[in-house]
């Protein structure tokens, strides 16, 4: 039985932010500053701040201005809906990320809506959402943008492919899709309420898995030779040392012996993110300078 390829997410974000770091030395020559992104945190949970401490870690390697803004979760929607009114004003601040979920009493859309769209490096802003599914030139979000140059690494041209996105969420299923429209894919979304989700899947040459629920796709959904990309991140106990560990959407080892290649959960799809993220950066730098974006990003 032939074993699929493990994609490897981790080194191909490093090699992202190594072009990154390329840009944004060629902006600072250009420009006399360094491209800054500030990053809200609204509330104390914990994975959330280690997340955004990476962000901040990585923001300085690549050699841009890191600005953190913590805030309590008894914040309320107007002083939250104030800091991204200072920060769109900044000019230090070329993008501005907003770490969600936010706290329910405050309206996540409200908020999002009021980040300067040319600053909204998560590309979340609905100016973005209908530019990206316009075909217009926009900011994308991260994580959708991080799988298809992933995909695109693995397989060249994806036009005509079958692409089935599991998942329909804003943020990663819907730019997903619109993004794979913009390949020439063949695509269709499926969600919780789509019937045999199995039969659906096991049509794709691309399975990307975004639905939040932990090994949810089984190996033999998959048909063989289909690319998988993995874009969970579920937290779950792990029976024999108590201790927790995270595992994707896809059940990995079951796939494997049906793939052609798939992202692994950690070290696949989330470092991507992160690295996308400063690459959206350096590009909204550019644009709010006026420059050219560089031609490798
Ligand atoms: N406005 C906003 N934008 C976001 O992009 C956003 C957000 N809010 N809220 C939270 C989620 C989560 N997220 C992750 C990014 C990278 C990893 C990552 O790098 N994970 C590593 C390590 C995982 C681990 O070991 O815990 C990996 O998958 O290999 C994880 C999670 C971005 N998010």
Redesign the pocket.
């Known amino acids: 039985m032939t074993i699929g390829k493990i994609i490897d997410?981790?080194a191909f974000a490093a090699t992202l932010r190594d072009k990154v770091a390329d840009g944004v030395a060629g902006f600072v020559e250009a420009t006399g500053r360094k491209p800054g992104l500030a990053v809200v945190l609204v509330g104390e949970d914990p994975a959330?701040s280690?997340?955004v401490r990476?962000k901040g870690k990585m923001t300085v390697a690549v050699g841009m201005e890191s600005f953190e803004f913590k805030r309590p979760d008894s914040i309320g929607e107007e002083d939250l809906l104030d800091l991204i009114e200072e920060l769109n004003q900044d000019e230090r601040v070329d993008g501005i990320?907003?770490?969600?979920?936010l706290p329910k009493h405050i309206d996540e859309a409200a908020v999002i809506g009021a980040i300067d769209p040319a600053k909204d490096v998560?590309g979340?802003h609905v100016v973005n959402s209908g530019l990206l599914a316009t075909g217009q030139e926009a900011l994308v979000p991260?994580?959708p943008l991080g799988c298809i140059m992933l995909l695109k690494d693995e397989l060249g041209d994806l036009s005509g492919l079958e692409a089935v996105v599991v998942g329909r969420s804003n943020?990663v299923g819907k730019p997903m899709a619109q993004l794979l429209l913009a390949e020439s894919a063949t695509v269709t979304i499926a969600h919780s309420r789509t019937r045999d989700l199995a039969s659906v899947v096991h049509r794709a040459d691309i399975v990307v898995a975004a639905v939040g629920r932990a090994e949810m796709v089984k190996g033999e959904w998959i048909k063989p030779g289909a690319t998988v990309i993995d874009v969970g991140?579920n937290r779950i106990a792990d029976g024999e040392d108590g201790k927790s560990r995270?595992v994707g959407d896809v059940a990995t080892a079951e796939a494997l012996a049906h793939v052609r290649a798939i992202t692994p959960?950690?070290?696949?799809?989330?470092?991507m993110?992160?690295a996308v993220?400063l690459r959206n950066t350096l590009v909204a730098a550019h644009a709010r300078a006026g420059l050219a974006k560089p031609a490798d990003l």
């Open positions: 997410g981790k959330s280690v997340y990476s990320l907003v770490q969600l979920p998560d979340f991260c994580t943020i991140i995270i959960v950690p070290g696949g799809v989330g470092p993110t992160i993220l």
